[in-house]
């Protein structure tokens, strides 16, 4: 079977990846489990990529090449310092090999059949795991017990870990809704986003709330009226469904025990005191940071990430890091926009879609751990990958260049942005290397789990901890400190 029938089924996988804990029956936590599926999963597509022949060559710009070869020295400078180099290392190789995974789906969607499938697939395992956690519910209010709503979210340890999937994947289900030629997918779609309204009501997923709101109204500002079908539908149908959970939490949760607490949704659920955290480790580190995911390594009683992407890079990675990794990544945001922008009206719901879900997911990441648990940081990787290949699919004057399409050197007069073919020895090393350290990673993983149902990195422990508390704040593993 090749690799462009696969990956469409790979929405799938990521849902199916939750489920594995209730049917494994293991001491193990669903945060670790989803840990190992990840970089098994990454493993499986580092090797794909390395594997698979394309039309046409790599290509790159001196200007990206410097780019690149500067992170690379950064991160190794900041790795080398930090205080556990082995543990940073994990950190980078995950990092490569979800890039790996964008690169292999960038270029493994060639059609616009391969995303409407992929998309079809998205709206079968969103309503799937919905359809499970309301027929939980359903079954607690039907015990008569009290019930706790957060006890039927099956296969994530906290809901947040949930509604950072969510915030890719409803944008990506709304699509489905709005435009597939079949009605039947519409209207499976529609029940989708119904479902999902009430999950997010259930969870009360603030930021995802936050970040979706933001996405439509960017994409309402970015496309103007080709935006209004998309956003009608996937604003009614989602707050339909929170309406209806508001509904059975009259009639039904309240008189059964379960109450919402409001102080707690104003609360900022100490983000400023992890934030100033974050900015003191930095000043601590001003340029190349403490070192990949160390964070981790000072005990705060708190969270072992900051809940907030941008101030970890510059906490982990340092100012040069920050300017090396945040600057390219806003840059090749607002390029996506721009091509996304571009494309056909027969195709305009797919691409304010996808802008909903990148802004969502930029937004997110000022509020929360989306860039550090595994589920969601999959989704994120085919997110950023889908959103590569679309304009290339669809046709959009200024995409990308997709496989059978070398760019022409013409294109830039100057060498300092004119693309050139990078050496097939030196492409098929860099996959091998990718593949090896994520394999490599993957089997050690499996290891340390056989052995122990509670893994954690092998230091002497972190900065300032306290052995009286158990806190198992989950960042790599589910006791995330080291």
């Not at 690149?68 to 310092?81: R, Y």
């Not at 980078?92 to 059609?111: D, E």
């Not at 870990?161 to 079949?182: E, K």
């Not at 992890?274 to 000072?298: D, E, Q």
């Amino acid at each position: 079977m090749t690799l462009r029938r696969l990956l469409p089924g790979l929405p799938l996988l990521l849902w199916g990846i939750p489920l594995l804990h209730p049917v494994l029956q293991t001491a193990h936590s669903a945060h670790d489990i989803a840990r190992v599926c990840e970089v098994i999963l990454l493993a499986a597509a580092a090797i794909a990529l390395m594997v698979q022949t394309y039309a046409r060559p790599g290509h790159v710009s001196l200007r990206d090449g410097v780019r690149w070869s500067a992170l690379v020295l950064l991160l190794a400078t900041s790795t080398l310092l930090s205080v556990h180099p082995f543990v940073a290392l994990h950190e980078l190789v995950l990092w490569a090999g979800l890039l790996g995974l964008v690169l292999l789906m960038r270029l493994g969607l060639q059609s616009p059949d391969d995303i409407n499938a992929l998309l079809r697939l998205t709206v079968v395992g969103v309503f799937s795991h919905a359809l499970l956690m309301l027929l939980l519910l359903a079954a607690a209010l039907a015990s008569g017990d009290n019930v706790y709503p957060w006890e039927t979210i099956v296969g994530f340890d906290n809901p947040r870990f949930l509604n950072h999937a969510q915030t890719v994947v409803l944008p990506l289900v709304a699509v489905v809704a709005t435009r597939d030629i079949r009605a039947l997918w519409r209207r499976w779609a529609v029940a989708t986003l119904v479902m999902s309204g009430m999950v997010l009501f259930i969870t009360l997923g603030r930021a995802t709330l936050l970040a979706l709101f933001v996405g439509l109204l960017v994409a309402l500002w970015w496309f103007r009226g080709r935006a209004a079908g998309y956003v009608w539908r996937s604003t009614s149908f989602t707050l339909l469904g929170m309406g209806l959970m508001w509904l059975v939490y009259l009639v039904w949760l309240r008189p059964a025990g379960h109450s919402i607490d409001v102080q707690g949704l104003t609360s900022s659920h100490f983000r400023d005191y992890l934030a100033g955290l974050a900015v003191k480790l930095w000043w601590g580190a001003p340029w190349v940071g403490v070192g990949p995911m160390h964070f981790s390594h000072w005990y705060n009683g708190e969270a072992a990430h900051p809940h907030n992407i941008y101030t970890q890079v510059l906490a982990e990675y340092g100012a040069i890091g920050a300017v090396l990794i945040l600057v390219p990544a806003f840059q090749w945001m607002g390029r996506t926009l721009g091509t996304l922008r571009a494309a056909p009206a027969s195709h305009a719901p797919v691409a304010v879609g996808l802008t909903v879900a990148l802004v969502g997911v930029a937004v997110d990441g000022a509020f929360s751990g989306n860039f550090v648990m595994p589920v969601s940081q999959l989704w994120i990787a085919v997110l950023i990958g889908l959103s590569m290949a679309a304009p290339r699919v669809f046709g959009t004057n200024d995409a990308a260049p997709g496989p059978s399409e070398p760019p022409s050197p013409s294109s830039s007069t100057s060498p300092w942005t004119r693309p050139r073919v990078l050496p097939a020895p030196g492409m098929l090393a860099l996959k091998l290397v990718l593949a090896m350290s994520v394999s490599a990673m993957a089997v050690e993983m499996l290891l340390t789990c056989a052995v122990t149902s509670s893994p954690q990195f092998d230091t002497p422990g972190p900065v300032n901890t306290r052995p009286d508390v158990d806190n198992n704040n989950p960042r790599f593993w589910i006791h995330g400190w080291f």
